[in-house]
């Protein structure tokens, strides 16, 4: 799967744009504040359809404009598909995916799967768990749509439960009642734990196969899921309940529930060495590349297609040489790559667009 093609219309700095991508590596080389995040940003909220940068969707239309719309046309193995995202000033943002509309935002994911990198994603290591959660949630719910909606049905039961922590007047009350919504959590919460841990199952060796190699074999990444760790979903659903009922007394005194998948984490370390506290910023870096890489093989993997892969400003970040081993990494996938510089040294097969002033034009081959 690759995408074709990209048209964007009064979105963001950019009046109108139309560009055909290649199949592999694309360079969108341009200074400062001209457009190449914008450009990424397009396809991410058409893959996702939210954008990375914010919840405001309305600051995604060109300013003194009343509307926007993106359109993408993917190839896949055996046909093409066209989505289009309209967003309004005045109304919600909607969504056609071969000219029909689509009713919710669980129809779109995983249509056309990207891995996004960008500068701020170093916070997948950095900063804290919440974001850790969240790189689990979004890849899984790509992969498996009923993830998505098993994580909008937890937030509602957990918000439930929440309340009624809160609003109990006595804690005997409290007991008698909570009981309805221990067992409902517990039920939803256990098969998105265990859906968190295949996916770190899977993701773990081409992780740390891929960092080796980046790293020329100096650094050995190793990651874990840090929450409730067992075999099977009853497994885990009889020790969620357990701890609900352990927890009850201290959670009715906080008034929210301290124990499941909305308060695990994801340990990641470097020569045995937990980065999210102790790595250098270059190896927080490489770790979430690293990452990210492993997520495009774990798609490849499920779902027999290629997801693509979208890097904003990541090859500045790395030293020539574990830049050229990491363009080798990606060399089979289409990635949509931005930069301030790039040489064509570091790949010679690669598409190469100037972006200035909201205006891309594609570089002739030499
Ligand atoms: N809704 C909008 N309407 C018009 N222009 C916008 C809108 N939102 C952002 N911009 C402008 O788009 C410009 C380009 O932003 P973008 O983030 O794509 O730059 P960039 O090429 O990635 O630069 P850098 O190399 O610094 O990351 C910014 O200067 C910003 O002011
Ligand atoms: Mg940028």
């Known amino acids: 799967m690759y995408i ?21 590596l694309n360079v969108f080389v341009g200074s ?14 058409s893959s996702i359809g939210k954008s990375p940068k914010t919840n405001k969707e309305k600051e995604l239309i060109k300013w003194n404009e009343n509307n926007s719309k993106v359109t993408i046309i993917v190839k896949k193995e055996y046909f093409e598909e066209e989505i289009e995202l309209y967003l309004r000033k005045d109304s919600n943002k909607s969504i056609k995916i071969n000219g029909i509309n689509i009713r919710k935002i669980g ?35 790509q992969l498996n749509k009923n993830y998505f909606y098993l994580l909008c049905r937890y937030e509602k039961v957990l ?3 929440n309340k009624l922590l809160k609003q109990t007047k006595t804690f005997e009350n ?5 009981d309805l919504w221990d067992i409902q959590l517990a039920d939803i919460a256990s098969k998105i734990i265990y859906c968190r841990l295949s996916f770190i ?5 081409p992780a740390k196969e891929t960092h080796s190699n980046i790293t020329s074999n100096e650094e050995e990444l190793t990651i874990n899921y840090q929450g409730i760790n067992l075999k099977s979903i009853e497994q885990i659903r009889e020790k969620l ?9 201290s959670d009715y005194e906080l008034g929210f529930t301290s124990v499941g998948p909305h308060r695990d984490d994801l340990e990641i370390k470097i020569n045995n060495i937990d980065i999210r506290n102790f790595g250098s910023q270059g190896q927080q870096r490489l770790a979430t590349l690293s990452l990210k890489i492993a997520e495009l093989c774990l798609f490849e993997k499920q779902t027999g297609e290629k997801p ?10 790395l030293d020539q040489k574990r830049c050229k081993n990491f363009l080798k990494q990606i060399e089979n996938y289409q990635t949509i790559l931005t930069t301030t510089k790039f040489s064509r040294k570091l790949g010679q097969n690669s598409a190469i667009f100037n972006v200035r002033q909201a205006v891309i034009t594609k570089q002739k081959k030499v």
């Open 308 to 317: 693509i892969l979208l890097l904003d400003d990541v090859l500045s970040e």
């Open 241 to 249: 309940y357990k701890s609900y009922k352990d927890k009850l007394k």
């Open 4 to 24: 074709k093609n990209v048209k964007l219309e009064n979105f963001r700095n950019y009046k109108e744009c139309n560009v055909f991508l290649e199949p592999k």
């Open 174 to 178: 409290l007991f008698e009642t909570i």
């Open 107 to 141: 129809d779109l994911i995983g249509e056309m799967p990207v891995v996004y990198f960008a500068p701020d994603e170093i916070g997948l290591v950095k900063d804290g768990p919440a974001y850790r959660r969240r790189f689990m949630d979004i890849d899984i719910s």
């Open 201 to 205: 199952d899977s993701i773990k060796i």
């Open 159 to 161: 918000n439930e439960r």
């Open 32 to 45: 400062n504040a001209q457009g190449k995040t914008n450009f990424l940003e397009s396809i991410y909220l």
